[in-house]
């Protein structure tokens, strides 16, 4: 996949059906994406495949994800750019 259709894919996968997680996934795009590795796009792209209530769960802090790709994506999304 060339890299303007999986940063489309991504921007996609992004709209959630949660306004919470709406807002803190495009605040990420608009701040933190463009320092990704494209390594990190793609995991970026597995980790949207969570569903909603796990995501919310993770990104609030209220849960932990047993999954190191997904804590790396946390802690990247978490992160003050």
Do not use: V
Not at 12 to 29: H, P, S, T, V, Y
Not at 56 to 66: I, Q, T, V
Request: aromatic content about 10%.
């Amino acid at each position: 996949m060339n890299q303007k259709n999986k940063i489309a894919q991504i921007k996609w996968a992004c709209r959630r059906g949660m306004l919470e997680l709406d807002f803190i996934l495009n605040e990420f795009l608009a701040d933190g994406f463009l320092k990704l590795s494209d390594a990190e796009h793609d995991e970026l792209l597995t980790f949207l495949e969570n569903s909603d209530p796990d995501l919310y769960a993770w990104l609030m802090g209220f849960r932990k994800s047993e999954l190191a790709a997904d804590i790396k994506m946390i802690n990247l999304i978490k992160k003050p750019q």
